[in-house]
């Protein structure tokens, strides 16, 4: 079983719709999440950055943490055509002296105009 | 502010050819550098880490080699290249805390 997983899609949706990108783990000692962006042949960028269950927010992006069931979700509202890419989740825990992540493999959503 | 470097941004090799690739950070210093390779359609998987000049942890045993000549300095390397290290190759910094920051990344075509 990996330790973070993370459904691969493609997800295809209208313009204006809501997006929920799921993440699951198994490592109760992750303290840190993440949610990447990696528009095609580019370096992912960091989008949401959390280490508490519960929701934080950031204009359209809602990321949420529920440590007890070991499930994070980045939620987007009205989904705009830039926003298609594929989403990376991270999670850390600390590790010797460098503090490591370990990626899902990434979910490829399509905004449709 | 701090950006980070990293070339080329393409590269065709040969099996058995050399290979370097090189990163670099600035506007900070002693940061946390990684390498991290990512395959079509799987997560990015961590090669190297470095927490400073000299000091170079490896996550996975493989063909490929790092080294940190200076504080925000990372290159990868391989003597001899093999079809499997074809990717897609990601330099990247943290001052140390959890969010990092990735250059735009280097694709490794093996032929």
């Known amino acids: 079983q990996k330790e973070v997983e993370q459904d691969p899609g493609p997800l295809s949706v209208p313009e204006g719709a809501i997006v929920s990108l799921n993440c699951t783990y198994s490592?109760?000692?992750?303290?840190?999440f993440m949610w990447y962006r990696q528009y095609s042949r580019k370096g992912p960028e960091l989008l949401m950055y959390t280490y508490s269950s519960g929701n934080k927010e950031d204009g359209r992006f809602t990321a949420q943490v529920d440590k007890s069931s070991k499930y994070i979700s980045l939620f987007i509202r009205d989904s705009q055509p830039s926003d298609s890419a594929t989403y990376l989740c991270?999670?850390?825990?600390?590790?010797?002296?460098?503090?490591?992540?370990?990626f899902g493999s990434g979910t490829q959503l399509t905004v449709l105009p | 502010s701090q950006t980070i470097h990293q070339w080329p941004a393409t590269l065709v090799q040969p099996v058995g050819s050399p290979l370097s690739l090189e990163c670099t950070v600035e506007?900070?210093?002693?940061?946390?550098l990684y390498w991290y390779r990512q395959a079509a359609g799987r997560g990015l998987q961590l090669l190297f880490y470095?927490?400073?000049?000299?000091?170079i942890s490896s996550e996975v045993p493989q063909n490929l080699s790092a080294s940190r000549p200076q504080d925000r300095q990372f290159i990868l390397s391989s003597k001899k290249l093999l079809l499997s290290d074809s990717g897609f190759y990601l330099c990247a910094w943290t001052p140390g805390g959890a969010g990092y920051t990735f250059g735009s990344g280097t694709r490794l075509t093996v032929v």
């Open positions: 991270a999670m850390s825990a600390f590790s010797g002296s460098a503090r490591q992540l370990t």
């Open positions: 506007g900070t210093s002693n940061p946390n």
């Open positions: 490592n109760s000692a992750f303290q840190y």
């Open positions: 470095s927490v400073g000049i000299g000091q």
